[in-house]
């Protein structure tokens, strides 16, 4: 549903594809469909062909409007992959990141995740804190508990 609301209240027009540091950063913003696809993976597929080892493809102003929108990053993914490369989506909204999780994609395409890394490592002793919530869920119910 908010993909689908990101995409009708995105800007008018294409995407736009910003070379950073040639063969190395791609900065790509705007509306990704079926119209602006051909301009991203033509210098989505430039990018990788100039440089070598990892390929940082930001993509913080993106509203993926279809299906092709994310064809073009698989695209590009395998066409690195194919030159020894490796393809990393940085800063990803979280409509498309949503749509990236929900077509199972996260398994395919490596995104890096921001909020990941400067959450650190995982705090100690979460699990037994949500257990204790579960318990007192339970107690408080005036459901009677199931045998197990």
């Known amino acids: 549903m908010a993909a689908r609301r990101a995409a009708r209240t995105a800007p008018p027009g294409g995407a736009t594809v910003v070379e950073e540091d040639p063969g190395r950063l791609v900065r790509v ?3 990704l469909d079926v119209h602006s696809v051909p301009e991203v993976r033509a210098a989505l ?4 062909d100039r440089g070598s080892g990892r390929l940082v493809v930001s993509v913080d ?3 993926v409007a279809d299906a092709t929108g994310l064809g073009v990053f698989v695209g590009a993914h395998r066409r690195a ?4 490369r490796e393809l ?3 800063d990803v909204p979280l409509p498309t990141l949503r ?3 929900v077509t199972r994609l996260h398994r395919v395409l490596r995104v890096e ?5 400067a959450a650190g490592p995982p705090r100690p002793g979460v699990t037994g804190l949500r257990q204790q919530a579960q ?6 119910s005036s459901m009677p508990r199931r045998a197990s």
């Open 29 to 31: 913003c705007g509306r």
């Open 113 to 117: 995740d921001e909020l990941a890394r």
């Open 99 to 101: 749509l990236v999780r």
């Open 45 to 48: 597929h430039a990018a990788v």
């Open 61 to 63: 102003g993106i509203v």
């Open 88 to 90: 990393v989506l940085r």
């Open 135 to 140: 318990n007192r869920r339970a107690e408080a």
């Open 81 to 84: 992959q194919r030159a020894g």
